[in-house]
C-alpha cells in the first residue's frame, strides 16, 4: 500500500501562507490564506483561502491542506504548475 504525501502544516502559522491546487478548478490554482475561522475553544477549524487571479474566497478544513496530492506549498508551488 503507498503513503500519500502529505505536507507538515502548523495551522498557527498558515496565515498568509501560499497555496497551489494541484487539480484547478475554473482555472483556479494558485491560493494564500487570509483568515482563521475558530471553534469555540478557540481551535482553528477552517482557513479562509482567497485566489490570487480573481479575490474569489472560499472557506476550507485546513488538515485538506495536509495531501501533497491536491495541494503544494510555498513560494515555488506558485511557479512548479505552470
Same mark, same amino acid.
Given at each position: 500500500?503507498?503513503?500519500?504525501? %502529505? $505536507?507538515?502544516?502548523?495551522?498557527?502559522? !498558515?496565515?498568509?501562507?501560499?497555496?497551489?491546487?494541484?487539480?484547478?478548478? $475554473?482555472?483556479?490554482?494558485?491560493?494564500?490564506? %487570509? #483568515?482563521?475561522? #475558530? $471553534?469555540?475553544?478557540?481551535?482553528?477549524?477552517?482557513?479562509?483561502?482567497?485566489?490570487?487571479?480573481?479575490? #474569489?474566497?472560499?472557506?476550507?478544513?485546513?488538515?485538506? !491542506?495536509?495531501?501533497?496530492?491536491?495541494? !503544494?506549498?510555498?513560494?515555488?508551488? !506558485?511557479?512548479?504548475? $505552470?
Amino acid at each position: 500500500m503507498t503513503e500519500q504525501p %502529505t $505536507n507538515a502544516i502548523n495551522p498557527e502559522k !498558515l496565515l498568509l501562507s501560499k497555496w497551489t491546487a494541484t487539480k484547478p478548478c $475554473n482555472k483556479e490554482k494558485h491560493f494564500f490564506v %487570509t #483568515r482563521f475561522i #475558530r $471553534n469555540e475553544q478557540e481551535a482553528i477549524v477552517e482557513c479562509i483561502l482567497e485566489v490570487v487571479v480573481s479575490h #474569489r474566497e472560499f472557506a476550507l478544513d485546513w488538515h485538506l !491542506l495536509k495531501d501533497a496530492s491536491s495541494w !503544494l506549498q510555498g513560494k515555488s508551488a !506558485l511557479t512548479a504548475l $505552470n
